[in-house]
Structures are given as C-alpha cells and as structure tokens.
C-alpha cells in the first residue's frame, strides 16, 4: 500500500504510539509530523491521500486542523482521522469541536492494537478515491507557509486562522443556500442543517424584510412567553412595518416567561439598507464565546447579497399573482416587456458581480420580418411572434428570463452562463425555428412557410454595471449576423 501516503501528526505528549505502529504495519507511505503546521506545509508542498492526528497539538488544535482542511474546496474531500483526548489545560473553542467535521474520531480507549482504525482509515481512502479525489488537490488549500518557533507569532497566526476558518464556513453555507434562493422551504433547510454545525443554541433564525417581513426560527424547549417577548423585540429593532409571518420548527415550552439570557441580533445588510437579521439565542447568559459571536457576525456580512436576490425573486412572485403583473407582460406573446427585461438584467449584473459569476445576452431577431408581414398579413405576423415566443419558453432553462425585445425581437438573460454557453442556445433558437413550418397560421400560402432568426450573444466584463453595455454589445453581434447572411448566431 505504498501508494497511499498517510501524514500522522501527533505531540510529543501523545498516546497513539500503537495506532502509528499499525500504519507502519499496514505498509502505507507514513509521514510523520510533530504539529499542524507542519502537516499544513507537508499539504502544500507534496498532498497526501489522508491524515490522521492527534487532538492535543502544541501549536494547532486538531479539531481547528480538521476544520481547516474540511473547508477547503481543494482538500474537503481527503479522510481525516482524529484520536486521543485533550489535555486538561486546553481550551478548545466549542465553535471547532462542534464543526471540526472529521471522518473518523476514536479515543483513548477504543484505539485497541490499531487494527480497526487503519482498515476503515483504508476504507475511507478509497471512498475518497472514487469520489474524484486525489493527493494533489490538497496543495492549493493555502496560499502561505507555517515556519514558526516564537510562540508569539504562533499566537497570531491561530488567530488569523481562525479568522480564515471563520469567514469560509460563513461563506460556505452562504454558498450552499444560494443554490436554493427560489424555494423557501429548501434554503432554510439548508441554513438549519450548516447552522447546527457551528452553532450551540436554544434559538436559531433569519429574519427578511420585505413587503411583507418574513421570519423562521427553531427553536426547542424555549417557554412561550420568552420567544413572544423576543419576536416583540425584534419587530421593535428592525423596525418592521407589519407583523412577520413565522415558520417555527421545534416545540415550545409553557412556564415563566422570562427574557433570554444571550440574544445575538447580527442586522444583514444590502446596499446600505437593512434586509434582515440573523437571530441566535441561549436560555444562559454568556453562553456565545467569541468565536461563536465572529461567526455570526461573518455570516450576517455574507447574507446580505443572497437575502437581496431572495426579496427580488419574491418580488417577482408578487408580480406573477397581483395586478401589477400585467405591467410586465407582453400582451401578445405572454413574454415579460422591455422595461421589466431591463430591471431584471440590472439586478442579474449587480447579482453575478459580487459573486463573480458569468451571465450573458441574447437578442434573437426575425429576418425579414416587414416583408413577412407584407406578404402574409400582420395577423400572420402575430401568429408567428406568439409561435416563436412558445418555443423560447420550452428551449430555455428555468433560471433564463425571456422578454420580446422589439417588434419583431426577443432577448433572452442566461444567468451563470458564458458567451459560449450563450451560442449553445443561439443555435438551439436558430436551428429550432428554421424546422418551424408556419404555414398553418396563413390562408394565403399553399405549401409551407419559412422564417430564420438571427442572434447576437454577449457575456458580461464584470467591469461595467450598466446594462446598456452588454445590450450594446449583443447588438453589434446581431447587426454582424444580419451583414452576414443572416439566420446564424454572432457572439459579441
């Protein structure tokens, strides 16, 4: 088993001399390593297939080692193997012990002779193995080097660490309710599942502002009377115009209502104005550590850009079911119009930037379409607008908007797509409404009707926030496309 390389970290203190023997007796590529930043460096420089340490380390917690491969996009999928117990003088922050995330942890006790732990160590190398993991991903986890001896610098260098593994479980889960943003139900579950996590509370929630305010607790054992005077609180503090509309998830309790002893109220902003909150609460006072209360703090900064996109796609619900709907609408092809295609670019443009994120543009344009509706009648024309109009709605994702343009023009936005993905689709349009025979909306053709399309596609710089500029863009490619030949697809 030479070619699985094992780093084993363990102090000068530890007790795991028989799990090392058993890695030796297993024949794996051993490493052996006195502290986590020498494993952190033995990573960067030359990967491993797994690592087992020790809890009690001299210079980095093992829990805090574990959490910090656990939440790297490059090493998250390497085994981690955690054994031993931490010496009576430590302190450990809850924060890593709850989220350290390791794949195996065994103590003292049910060490044994090694045997068992190498053989599910082994199992777990090769589960990581089909999950498309190799050694070498772990050496892009960071970018700096661990060669410390002052235990002053060392101090610092926990610190920034934590400050490291703080902001990217923050904006992990940030990341992973992103995913959800148009199903409620799903991004809390999301939120709820990372939450628990990292966060050791009575009362866990979110809060978001909108027309109409919205908020999800769990919370399990808190009395009655104490979570009524918290959501009081919070409609006081953030000052809500109407009262919140609550999904509560646990059960509550009867008996004295009290205030609760830790309230973490961290606001969550967007654009300078308030659109929510992230609500952490504790039946005993001071229960939050520091890190805990970084953590929160980390988290409310990163769900600023995600709270924004949910309260536009409300927004946008709101429209679907309420009079002003018809605002945005296209009375023809049943497509939104120019004015709303325009808002919801902007809002895409500010979207993918602070994500760095791609989108792109399509302007899809009937050839010829005057003559068309000369030789066949505008009725025919209108026949073929709404035809057309169809078939975007089935050829386009769910996540794509689509609006008529012009008279005789479409525009479509394709969100987390390049330039190139953009063309896909062009040619999906183009190739689509080429096969149309239009003939069965006409009573002055016999035989069948053809009509082409012609599209410019543009992808957004990243540096311009403007729609103007990538609309500009897309309709040079489409003039291009028209000079051309038409009925083909130009990238911009």
């Given at each position: ?99 350290s995330q390791c794949d195996l942890y065994v103590a003292d006790r049910d060490i044994g002779n090694g045997t068992d732990v190498v053989k599910q160590l ?371």
């Amino acid at each position: 088993m030479a070619d699985i390389k094992v780093l084993y970290v363990e102090d000068a203190k530890s007790s795991g001399g028989t799990l090392r023997q058993a890695l030796k007796d297993a024949q794996v590529n051993l490493v052996l390593l006195g502290g986590g930043f020498d494993a952190l460096d033995e990573l960067i420089d030359s990967g491993a297939d797994a690592i087992v340490s020790c809890l009690d380390l001299s210079d980095l917690p093992g829990y805090q080692l574990s959490q910090l491969i656990k939440s790297s996009a490059g090493a998250s999928k390497m085994p981690v193997v955690l054994f031993g117990t931490v010496s009576m003088g430590a302190r450990i922050d809850p924060l890593w012990i709850k989220g350290s995330q390791c794949d195996l942890y065994v103590a003292d006790r049910d060490i044994g002779n090694g045997t068992d732990v190498v053989k599910q160590l082994l199992e777990l190398v090769e589960k990581s193995r089909s999950a498309g993991f190799n050694r070498s991903q772990a050496s892009s986890m960071l970018k700096c080097r661990f060669n410390f001896s002052s235990s002053k610098v060392l101090e610092s260098s926990q610190k920034l660490l934590d400050e490291l593994l703080i902001s990217r479980n923050a904006t992990t889960l940030v990341s992973d309710m992103f995913k959800e943003a148009g199903n409620r139900k799903a991004l809390l579950d999301v939120f709820y599942r990372g939450a628990a996590a990292f966060i050791e509370a009575d009362l866990v929630g979110l809060v978001v502002i909108g027309e109409a305010p919205w908020a999800s607790f769990s919370a399990d054992g808190v009395v009655s009377g104490s979570y009524k005077k918290l959501v009081d609180r919070l409609t006081n503090e953030l000052e809500l115009r109407s009262a919140l509309e609550i999904d509560l998830r646990g059960e509550l309790v009867e008996g004295t209502a009290k205030d609760l002893g830790s309230v973490q109220i961290v606001p969550v902003v967007a654009q300078s104005r308030a659109v929510g909150a992230l609500v952490v609460a504790s039946k005993d006072r001071n229960s939050f550590s520091d890190q805990a209360i970084a953590f929160g703090e980390q988290l409310g900064m990163a769900l600023g850009p995600l709270f924004e996109l949910v309260l536009a796609k409300e927004a946008i619900a709101n429209l679907e079911s309420a009079a002003a709907y018809n605002a945005s609408i296209d009375s023809l092809t049943g497509l939104y119009n120019l004015e709303f295609f325009v808002g919801f670019l902007q809002q895409q443009l500010l979207f993918s930037f602070r994500q760095r994120l791609p989108v792109a543009v399509a302007i899809i344009d009937i050839d010829n379409f005057e003559k068309i509706n000369e030789q066949y009648g505008v009725e025919f024309g209108d026949g073929a607008l709404m035809t057309i109009a169809s078939r975007l709605l089935n050829i386009t994702r769910s996540s794509d908007l689509i609006a008529r343009y012009g008279s005789d023009q479409f525009a479509v936005v394709l969100p987390n797509t390049d330039v190139a993905g953009a063309k896909v689709l062009g040619e999906k349009v183009r190739s689509e409404v080429e096969s149309i025979d239009f003939s069965g909306t006409s009573s002055i053709s016999s035989g069948p009707v053809r009509i082409t399309v012609s599209v410019g596609c543009a992808s957004f710089n990243m540096e311009d926030l403007n729609p103007e500029t990538i609309l500009r863009d897309a309709k040079v490619a489409l003039r291009k496309a028209k000079d051309e030949g038409r009925n083909r697809v130009i990238l911009g």
